[in-house]
């Protein structure tokens, strides 16, 4: 998650402050920044310097071109992101719209307000509808909020774990979002079934990622030829990456110029373990 920023408007440029924790992060928000304003042409002002009270963030300084819509535009994107959550991965760009779990007053996780609704949407027979409604509301304002998800051409889901399976809540959302956005719908099919992503688990996190990567590997495919084209997945819950990652690839496969994450929630687990970017 961005951590701060401030936008300021010096006449005919634009400066940009972001604040993050470390450097690492802090470049990979630069990154994303760039490629949301690719007009504006930002780039360092200077070197990244220490940040807070004990010098462990990092803050960057980026300057361009005043962007269509001026700075607030570049302010209401920064909120965007620092309400949100960004998650690196090997993905152009991902985000989830906030955790599955928050942390209880022991300490322990409890489900969100947005992982319930999450499984309202999902889990309930009849599904809720308000509480789909309400997702894909909030997914279609934080595309249409974000200038690089904004210019997409296409949307898809990442399907059932099951071979063939359809309906799923990912699914319908992912369609309700390209009727009302006007985007290309392309369907990502399950070819083969694989055990359930939560049934495989490892003392090691970063061993369970790779595994859970592993078991998705080779179980998805593109019956449409996307060439050029920019696409946004969308997924309900995200949690090692591992069924974004091969949706992911089988777009690129099919043509995709690029590839855009979006989810509802995000599970805590696999915090901090990403996977290897995609060659």
Not at 27 to 39: K, L, T, Y
Not at 167 to 181: E, M, Y
Request: with cysteine; hydrophobic share 35%.
């Amino acid at each position: 998650m961005l951590q701060g920023f401030s936008v300021e408007d010096s006449d005919p440029a634009c400066l940009v402050e972001l604040e993050g924790w470390g450097l690492e992060p802090v470049e990979w928000f630069e990154r994303i920044v760039c490629a949301a304003f690719p007009s504006s042409g930002f780039n360092r002002a200077g070197d990244p310097s220490d940040s807070g009270l004990l010098g462990l963030g990092k803050t960057l300084v980026l300057q361009g071109g005043l962007p269509v819509g001026g700075v607030e535009e570049v302010r209401r994107f920064l909120s965007l992101l620092t309400g949100t959550l960004t998650i690196e991965d090997s993905l152009a760009e991902s985000h989830a719209l906030g955790y599955h779990q928050d942390e209880d007053e022991t300490g322990g996780l409890v489900r969100s307000e947005l992982g319930s609704l999450v499984r309202c949407a999902k889990y309930d027979r009849p599904p809720d509808a308000d509480a789909r409604r309400r997702i894909t509301e909030a997914l279609r304002r934080f595309i249409e909020g974000h200038p690089r998800y904004r210019r997409a051409k296409a949307i898809a889901a990442v399907p059932p774990q099951q071979a063939g399976g359809q309906g799923s809540l990912c699914q319908t959302v992912a369609a309700d979002l390209a009727a009302q956005l006007g985007l290309t719908w392309i369907e990502i099919v399950r070819v083969s079934s694989r055990p359930p992503q939560k049934d495989i688990v490892d003392e090691d996190r970063k061993k369970g990622v790779e595994r859970r990567a592993a078991n998705q590997e080779g179980s998805m495919t593109v019956n449409d030829h996307v060439p050029g084209l920019s696409v946004v997945i969308v997924d309900d819950l995200y949690g090692s990456g591992g069924s974004m990652r091969e949706a992911a690839r089988v777009l690129r496969d099919s043509g995709a110029k690029e590839v855009l994450g979006l989810t509802v929630t995000k599970q805590r687990l696999y915090e901090g373990v990403r996977l290897a970017t995609l060659d």
